[in-house]
């Protein structure tokens, strides 16, 4: 059990649903999808998917120069979110710049596009007499935890996290062992990621993109569907203040829900394919971590990408441990898989849910995959009182990472 | 090219490079203090002059002697001076 107590007192979003959580939560409510064709990846030759979720409403020039000539947009998205957070959080400046605010911020990649640029001009002539000094700072893999620190002026610690898609959750869970421990009073966490056809080719070649939809982008992804052809890759950012409860206290903050629990474990047995028996142990070993029983959770909000194999193991791990009672949904339909960023986007959505005692369905949920059955789907918004939330998160590589949330209720 | 057109051109260079407000592009704005440079622009800063004039300047001791924008004036005109009578 953790010796301080972790709450959530400030969220910030930029995402394929518009910039602002106000725009996150309306989309979600609305049943909206962020899925557009997208014709950056229509023009690669061999790249079979044409459908990526984009962040449309982020200006570059918002950001003063002398902080944007080292920022990519994950970083400029992290900037935007970050600031939202603090603003809802209330959090005056001069609790900001001291040495017990942090950042644990990461993302997949630094920036695949501004290395795009760099080897354009190193191959044509193999020249580097262009390149410009702030060039490696966008392209860092901890790039945007420190411009973050930059922007905000922040003296605690700069924590990045690299996990690809379970980075997110990966941060919030650090940020809340960082504080629960009292080496921090406050983190600001999330994942962040810019698009790139990279990333959609990284699954395209794996045949776990999604493909047959690119005239109907709205249709894709489909998590738990039967029809359900793999991922949409997506960007943006997810921001959420962490504090300790005392400090939240101290000061009056708005405590928007609790940090309960985390767990990340690791799964050896296969670089790419999930195991249904590691992601069960990640989310036992998460309620473990806050001593809870599996029948205490009320939703659970499912990493589900839309991949044949993904979405099936969760499944199998969510029966296995919680059996059929406990409703599950992705928001990955609505958003696509914004990578890096999911983990936080996606709990901010839980913690909306939590708010509003009203659970949001899986879009393109249209009919249940035979081996995605035996649990409780959400299909439609169905009200609830949400106390506990459990949130996945996994990645390539074999990392899994599982967050309880909890309403927060102040005799704990 | 005359000395007043190659002003002109540094300055469109700089100001497009650094966002800079054209007004304040005096030539005794200092670079630091007045312009709101630091290093790594002026690193920069050379890149963009090479670009632009087509020559090589960055082993140039006389660099770092740079304070203000006069003095980014006067050495280039210097250096294209100097590049015309050796061709």
Redesign the interface.
Known sequence: MPLNRVVVTGMGAVSPLGRGTGALFKGLSGGKSGIRFQPETAAVRGLRSHVAGRVMDVDPKEVP??YR?SMSAGSLFAAVAAQEALVQGNLPEDLRTREDFGVAIGSTVGSVGTLEGFFREYFSGFCL??????LFFKIMNHSPAANVTQILGIRGRTLAPAAACSTGCQTVGIGFETIASGKQRFMLCGGTDEFHPLFTATFDIMNAASTRYNEHPHRTPRPFDRDRDGVVCAEGCGILLLESLESALERGAPILAEVAGFATLSDPSHIANPDAASILSCMQACLENADLKPKAIDYINAHATATTEGDAAECEAIRKLFGGATAVSSLKGHLGHTMAASGTLELMACIFMMQQNRMLPTLNLDHVDPACEGIRHVRRVEEKSLQWILKNNFALGGVNSSVLLRRFNRDG | MTDKEIIEKINTALAEE??LDEASMLPEAHLFDDL?L?S??L??MV?VL??TFGFKIREEEEIRSIRTLGDIHAFVIRKRHQRLQSS
Not at chain 1, 129 to 134: D, K, L
């Open positions: 120069r002398k000539r007499e262009r390149m410009r000094s702030t | 650094f966002e709101e630091d790594l622009d690193v920069d890149i090479e670009q």
